[in-house]
T-cell receptor
Framework: GAVVSQHPSRVICKSGTSVKIECRSL??????MFWYRQFPKQSLMLMAT?????????EQGVEKDKFLINHASLTLSTLTVTSAHPEDSSFYIC??????????FGPGTRLTVL | QKEVEQDPGPLSVPEGAIVSLNCTYS??????FMWYRQYSRKGPELLMY????GNKEDGRFTAQVDKSSKYISLFIRDSQPSDSATYLC?????????????FGAGTRLAVHP
């Protein structure tokens, strides 16, 4: 089946620092990858959609300068949270799109900003 | 009104029970329907993917779609404690040049021995 990995699985950082999260599709090429944010006991909130080789499309209310997305290859997308603050603490999940438009999710990254 | 409505539960059932999970939606543009299972602190796992109205069965899981009523269901037969998780319905639509998923709130299910 389609496998998507994320790294790191958990990160704790100080306020003001930047954090990079990697998302990889391990056994298929994904033209489109998605980044979500999930708060405790809530559903997934789409942050942005990224296509390989082009700029990401951000959802309304998501600051593109704060959440930098790079989709350099068909198997790798990265999300960088710049100048992180405690309110950025959350569970970040990426997904990669399959041929039928279904999405396969990574295991998520738990970010804690002190 | 949200585009996708899903009762967050929690839903608690005894082992072996039949579980029924449901979502309603308002946007006729939704054409593809998915059910995901999410364990605590993990990413969602795709369980079922459906397009047509009717039933689709996979092992103990049956997905049902009624496009005329804008209603989808997931049935779990012979439920097991390992089925305890949050179940998210998701609906695909084409927007802004991409196929996006709109998720329900998720229903928390607990199956007790």
């Amino acid at each position: 089946g389609a496998v998507v990995s994320q790294h790191p699985s958990r990160v704790i950082c100080k306020s003001g620092t930047s954090v990079k999260i990697e998302c990889r599709s391990l056994d298929f090429q994904a033209t489109t990858m998605f980044w979500y944010r999930q708060f405790p006991k809530q559903s997934l909130m789409l942050m942005a959609t990224s296509n390989e080789g082009s700029k990401a499309t951000y959802e309304q209310g998501v600051e593109k300068d704060k959440f930098l997305i790079n989709h350099a290859s068909l198997t790798l997308s990265t999300l960088t949270v710049t100048s992180a603050h405690p309110e950025d603490s959350s569970f970040y999940i990426c997904s990669a799109s399959g041929l039928r438009g279904e999405q396969f999710f990574g295991p998520g990254t738990r970010l804690t900003v002190l | 009104q949200k585009e996708v409505e899903q009762d967050p539960g929690p839903l608690s059932v005894p082992e072996g029970a039949i579980v029924s999970l449901n979502c309603t939606y308002s946007n006729s543009a939704f054409q593809y329907f998915m059910w995901y299972r999410q364990y605590s602190r993990k990413g969602p796992e795709l369980l079922m993917y459906t397009y047509s109205s009717g039933n689709k069965e996979d092992g103990r899981f049956t997905a049902q779609v009624d496009k005329s009523s804008k209603y989808i269901s997931l049935f779990i037969r012979d439920s097991q404690p390992s089925d305890s998780a949050t179940y998210l319905c998701a609906m695909r639509m084409f927007s802004g040049g991409y196929n996006k998923l709109i998720f329900g709130a998720g229903t928390r299910l607990a199956v007790h021995p």
